[in-house]
T-cell receptor, first 116, second 112 residues
């Protein structure tokens, strides 16, 4: 089945120690997204890639970076994790159709990040 | 600014007790409204896309409807396995605008 895969499912890091989260997709979608979701809150978009074009949300901290080396993979790098960065990180993909047609996003299972 | 408000925040039902969840939205131009189901510790699972007022979609015990200001997710004769958080999100119209604005969700608990 076509899907969005995230690794690892659980990640523990130390305060200030860089960490990288991985996302891959077999849907061949043009757009890949990274969201942060804290407990009992709505998912918050950090950034997205349309193909290789990177789009950062205005309020995404500089501590968060992303790479998309090819269509299938996208990485989230947290350069110096703080306690406030502990959250579920969700990767999503969509076809990237423009105009008036709804562009449905499909989510991966998420990576739960703990910062000690 | 696009806004999505979901109510109630939490809903507890007995198995078989039908009810509805509400999603009110304001958006400059609606490209699509999406319903997702999210189980604890997992990513949102896509349920429905709606984009035209009057549209309805069904899947098993769930039916989603859309008006110009709100959407309802009707749950008919729910079972305990329907327990989850249900998220509503809107996507505004216009070119390459892919951003979803989410509500905070409704936590549904169905007791046997």
């Amino acid at each position: 089945d076509a899907m969005v895969i995230q690794n690892p499912r659980y990640q523990v890091t130390q305060f200030g120690k860089p960490v990288t989260l991985s996302c891959s997709q077999t849907l061949n979608h043009n757009v890949m997204y990274w969201y942060q979701q804290k407990s009992s809150q709505a998912p918050k978009l950090l950034f997205h890639y349309y193909d290789k074009d990177f789009n950062n949300e205005a309020d995404t901290p500089d501590n968060f970076q992303s790479r998309r080396p090819n269509t299938s993979f996208c990485f989230l790098d947290i350069r110096s994790p703080g306690l406030g960065d502990a959250a579920m990180y969700l990767c999503a993909t969509s076809t990237g159709r423009g105009g008036w047609v709804p562009d449905t996003q499909y989510f991966g299972p998420g990576t739960r990040l703990t910062v000690l | 600014e696009d806004q999505v408000t979901q109510s109630p925040e939490a809903l507890r039902l007995q198995e078989g007790e039908s009810s509805s969840l509400n999603c009110s939205y304001t958006v400059s131009g609606l490209r699509g409204l999406f319903w997702y189901r999210q189980d604890p510790g997992k990513g949102p699972e896509f349920l429905f896309t709606l984009y035209s007022a009057g549209e309805e979609k069904e899947k098993e015990r769930l039916k989603a409807t859309l008006t110009k200001k709100e959407s309802f997710l009707h749950i008919t004769a729910p079972k305990p396995e329907d327990s989850a958080t249900y998220l509503c999100a809107v996507q505004a119209s216009g070119g390459s605008n892919y951003k979803l604005t989410f509500g905070k969700g409704t936590l549904l608990t169905v007791n046997p």
